[in-house]
T-cell receptor, first 114, second 108 residues
Framework: ETGVTQSPTHLIKTRGQQVTLRCSSQSGHNTVSWYQQALGQGPQFIFQ???????GRGNFPPRFSGLQFPNYSSELNVNALELDDSALYLC?????????????FGPGTRLTVT | AQRVTQPEKLLSVFKGAPVELKCNYS??????LFWYVQYSRQRLQLLLRHISRESIKGFTADLNKGETSFHLKKPFAQEEDSAMYYCALGSNDYKLSFGAGTTVTVRA
């Protein structure tokens, strides 16, 4: 059984640029959630995807967008990067929407915006 | 809006001593509460959930709706319990809200 993987591990971008982060869900999981974790804080829910559709969104502006593919892998896109977007971005997958609180986390992508 | 509060950033206990991590929440609906743990150089993982009422690695947590709390307890702390612990609340819109976390250090 393959766990959740994320790429890249680290990323440095300049303010105003765009970034795409990738996540492969655990085998057999069809639900993916994305979180932003700032230093010293708990993960903050960005959004969730279930069977290729957005299934819930946290308090993040529209420049945070996502996709889920037929194989249930997912992307997080952030446009017009701001310095405050610097954080660890976590992806988590769940067996299905009904058990979406049972989340299996990836190692995260560390994004630095300069 | 839902909110999870973990009042202690750091908690240090001696091996064999009891440990209690506090978690309070606010939510207008019927909450589902969880504890997640992150050991050093490992991923965030689910420790336990209130609905299962099970004990995992000696830890238990009771949901107290009157006090809106879900404190995590273990009667005898072990060195391998040193980790970051997050309390989380699941709301009916499939959103999981995390607290800021408590770092636990168990000293020999």
């Amino acid at each position: 059984e393959t766990g959740v993987t994320q790429s890249p591990t680290h990323l440095i971008k300049t303010r105003g640029q765009q970034v795409t982060l990738r996540c492969s869900s655990q085998s057999g999981h069809n639900t993916v959630s994305w979180y932003q974790q700032a230093l010293g804080q708990g993960p903050q829910f960005i959004f969730q995807y279930y069977r290729e559709e957005e299934n819930g969104r946290g308090n993040f502006p529209p420049r945070f967008s996502g996709l889920q593919f037929p194989n249930y892998s997912s992307e997080l896109n952030v446009n017009a990067l701001e310095l405050d977007d610097s954080a660890l971005y976590l992806c988590a997958s769940s067996p299905d929407r009904q058990s979406s609180y049972e989340q299996y986390f990836g190692p995260g992508t560390r994004l630095t915006v300069t | 809006a839902q909110r999870v509060t973990q009042p202690e950033k750091l908690l240090s206990v001696f091996k064999g001593a009891p440990v209690e991590l506090k978690c309070n929440y606010s939510y207008s609906g019927s909450p589902e509460l969880f504890w997640y743990v992150q050991y050093s150089r490992q991923r965030l993982q689910l420790l336990l959930r209130h609905i299962s009422r099970e004990s995992i690695k000696g830890f238990t947590a009771d949901l107290n709706k009157g006090e809106t709390s879900f404190h995590l307890k273990k009667p005898f702390a072990q060195e391998e319990d040193s980790a970051m612990y997050y309390c989380a609340l699941g709301s009916n819109d499939y959103k999981l809200s995390f607290g800021a976390g408590t770092t636990v250090t168990v000293r020999a």
